[in-house]
């Protein structure tokens, strides 16, 4: 089992930023890759970037791609989310996830997830 905690949301205004965290506690010896999903109110959940085990590989969704930069310390443990030209649009809880699969942006593929931190950006 592997436990993720997210933290670092909040209420920003529009063209600002935000670092997201997620700290993983548990069977963190295996090699997982870890991804980051939001979703706003009444939309379904969406994929928004994910990093390989070793951080070498990232992937993005479209819509914060050159915005949001996602990175990893596997010596604490932790995948960041730093975002930044913050857009009324990216309002959403965002949950961190870990699964076996590098470049997974589907989230029935990932095995644990966060509860959520709120991210609300303000126009």
């Known amino acids: 089992q592997v436990q993720l905690v997210e933290s670092g949301g909040g209420l920003v205004q529009a063209g600002g930023s935000l670092r997201l965290s997620c700290a993983a506690s548990?069977?963190?010896?295996?090699?997982?890759?870890m991804g980051w999903f939001r979703q706003a109110p009444g939309k379904e959940r969406e994929f928004v970037a994910t990093?390989?085990?070793?951080?070498?590989?990232?992937y993005y969704a479209d819509s914060v791609k050159g915005r949001f930069t996602i990175s990893r310390d596997n010596a604490k443990n932790t995948v960041y989310l730093q975002m930044g030209s913050l857009k009324p649009e990216d309002t959403a809880v965002y949950y961190c996830?870990?699964?076996?699969?590098?470049?997974?942006?589907?989230?029935?593929?990932?095995?644990?997830w966060g509860q959520g931190t709120q991210v609300t950006v303000s126009s």
């Open positions: 996830a870990a699964g076996p699969y590098s470049h997974a942006i589907v989230d029935v593929v990932y095995d644990y």
């Open positions: 548990g069977r963190t010896s295996e090699a997982y890759a």
């Open positions: 990093i390989n085990w070793s951080g070498v590989s990232t």
